[in-house]
């Protein structure tokens, strides 16, 4: 079983960055394939990347391939999701999750068993 806990969103105008991390608690972060979701209000809860345990596979939504890029670091328990170029679009609760899941599955939120509490990003025009 794993914790996780997300931090870095907040306010920024379009074109900003921000880098969001995931904190996980629990020696078997490294089994875990990890993806960060997100949800805009009124809407459905939607994929935005995901990582594999090694961190040699790496997904991402159309929407924010080529501007965020997902990364983890195994021996510090942390997933981060660096964002750039943002658009008022982006403006969501985002959401880290992980479990053990083949590189085929992590993109898919009904999958993850675990998940963070949420951090807003909110993106102005």
């Known amino acids: 079983q794993v914790q996780l806990v997300e931090s870095g969103g907040g306010l920024v105008q379009a074109g900003g960055s921000l880098r969001l991390s995931c904190a996980a608690s629990?020696?078997?972060?490294?089994?875990?394939?990890m993806g960060w979701f997100r949800q805009a209000p009124g809407k459905e809860r939607e994929f935005v990347a995901a990582?594999?345990?090694?961190?040699?596979?790496?997904y991402y939504a159309d929407s924010v391939k080529g501007r965020f890029t997902i990364s983890r670091d195994n021996a510090k328990n942390t997933g981060i999701l660096q964002m750039n170029s943002l658009k008022p679009e982006d403006t969501a609760i985002y959401y880290c999750?992980?479990?053990?899941?083949?590189?085929?599955?992590?993109?898919?939120?009904?999958?993850?068993?675990?998940w963070g509490q949420g951090t807003q990003v909110t993106v102005s025009s």
């Open positions: 629990g020696r078997t972060f490294s089994s875990y394939a």
């Open positions: 999750a992980a479990d053990w899941l083949s590189d085929q599955a992590m993109h898919i939120s009904l999958n993850h068993r675990y």
């Open positions: 990582i594999s345990r090694s961190a040699g596979t790496t």
